[in-house]
């Protein structure tokens, strides 16, 4: 069926440091594919999203591109901030069914100053 | 602009007891479904609909029922709580299909069975 797989965490890094975490995917067909983005207390709001191959999604400095060839939609900021600290999610979208979406185990995130 | 609204935030249960969680949406959506989350297991579908009426199993159905008698409203009722439901459940809706397939979240309900 269809899944969703993160890099473990928790991840922790320095403000200004590089980021990237990993999310492969196995799905029949061509989904949709998301991150979601946890802060504290919050539900999940979307950060971005791509809907077919090769295309970039971005939003507030992150990006994550659609690779159909290995299956995989890694989440990248160059510059991470204090606030960036939070759980996130990536996701897919199963496009025969309904709206479902079907998320990783979430990857939570700690910048320190 | 209230989006999706879950009550209520906590909630202690005894063994064996029922609650509802309560989940309302402002936004037309035709589409409302349950979340569970529970630690390195990321969030996991209970059930869903796609309008007034339908509702539909998701991943982890058991243990939970719902209706949909308008389109704003979602309850989730716990039947007969167990130690195995305590989570955070999140209520989430979605426009129709091309709308992009984003879901809108609220803010989770926690929930702790004893």
């Known amino acids: 069926g269809d899944s969703v797989t993160q890099m473990e965490g928790p991840v922790t890094l320095s403000e200004e440091a590089f980021l990237t975490i990993n999310c492969t995917y196995t799905?029949?067909?061509?989904?949709?594919l998301f991150w979601y983005v946890q802060y504290p207390g919050e539900g999940l709001q979307l950060l971005l999203k791509?809907?077919?191959?090769?295309d970039k999604g971005s939003n507030k400095g992150f990006e994550a591109t659609y690779r159909k060839e290995t299956t995989s939609f890694h989440l990248e900021k160059g510059s991470v901030q204090v606030s960036d600290s939070a759980v996130y999610f990536c996701?897919?979208?199963?496009?025969?069914?309904?709206?479902?979406?079907?998320f990783g185990q979430g990857t939570r995130l700690t910048i320190n100053p | 602009n209230a989006g999706v609204t879950q009550t209520p935030k906590f909630q202690v249960l005894k063994t064996g007891q029922s609650m509802t969680l309560q989940c309302a949406q402002d936004?037309?959506?035709?589409?409302m479904s349950w979340y569970r989350q529970d630690p390195g297991m990321g969030l996991r579908l209970i059930h869903y609909?796609?309008?007034?009426?339908?509702?539909d199993q998701g991943e982890v159905p058991n243990g939970y029922n719902v209706s949909r008698s308008t389109t704003e409203d979602f309850p989730l009722r716990l039947l007969s709580a167990a130690p195995s439901q305590t989570s955070v459940y999140f209520c989430?809706?979605?426009?129709?299909?091309?709308?992009?397939?984003?879901?809108?979240f609220g803010e989770g309900s926690r929930l702790t069975v004893l």
């Open positions: 989430a809706s979605s426009p129709p299909v091309g709308g992009g397939g984003e879901l809108f």
């Open positions: 799905a029949t067909g061509y989904p949709s």
């Open positions: 791509a809907t077919k191959a090769d």
């Open positions: 996701a897919l979208r199963v496009k025969r069914g309904a709206q479902k979406l079907v």
């Open positions: 936004m037309n959506h035709e589409y």
């Open positions: 609909s796609v309008g007034a009426g339908i509702t």
